[in-house]
């Protein structure tokens, strides 16, 4: 998935966070956001896809979109930084999650 925006979508703060992207081929995906690091000065979304059976997390790139009232959520290619973001995510919720 590459750059992604937000779909209008509101939620009480006592329920879940999740939120419904829309991909560069115009296909809607829904996620459970499990957490946002701050790292490097930089905003990441850790989400977990609902219609995805693995438990393996997304993390994407939280950037002000152009509609003040909306993010974009946008793919982060390099590797080493996804591992150190998510290596912050696990030190986080060491215990709460299993990361086996």
Known sequence: MSDMEKDIEEFDEDEANYITLTDDDGNDISF??????EYKDRLFAVMLPFDDES???VILEILPGEDPEFDDFVSVEDEELLNEVFEEFKNKYEGEF???
Request: charge should be negative; aromatic fraction near 8%.
């Open 32 to 37: 459970e956001i499990l957490d946002t690091i």
């Open 55 to 57: 438990d393996e997390v």
């Open 98 to 100: 299993d990361f086996a």
